[in-house]
């Protein structure tokens, strides 16, 4: 056991601490002493060899890859997602231009005029009492009609 060993006790249990150095004692040391506590406290580097530099070489390049793909990525998506909001505007634009046009044209059809041209320029008639079928559909969207209505 050295010497200047110190002892601290707490509760039960004795702990051995670190001995502390005085101020004197670096003087006391001889010069071969101290060589040898400072070349205990060097720590040197690992040395590098072509492996170990090859490898961090390919794990580099393998994270720039993935990074310029990671970078290309992110742009594709913000010029699609800016390309879907162009042709969303464009079809709003078009929306609006056709409803536009369809109000313009129902407002320009004048329904007493067709059915005059139809009554006094063609020869068509109303339909009479018996001469209008009715046909219930049984929830399809359309009727084919295979035969001729009966009279």
Known sequence: MRENARYYVDGSAARQLRPQEDKYA?????PQTRRAHSHRRVVKAAPMNKGYIAVMA?????VCVVLTGYVKLQSNITSHIKNISDL???LNEMKLANDETYTKIMSSVDLEEI???????LGMKYAKEGQVVQYTGEGNDYVRQYSDIPQ
Not at 115 to 121: C, D, P, Q, T
Request: net charge positive.
């Open 26 to 30: 670096r003087r006391r040391q001889t």
């Open 58 to 62: 390919a794990a580099f390049l393998i």
């Open 88 to 90: 969303e505007r464009q």
């Open 115 to 121: 059915k005059r041209i139809a009554v006094s320029e």
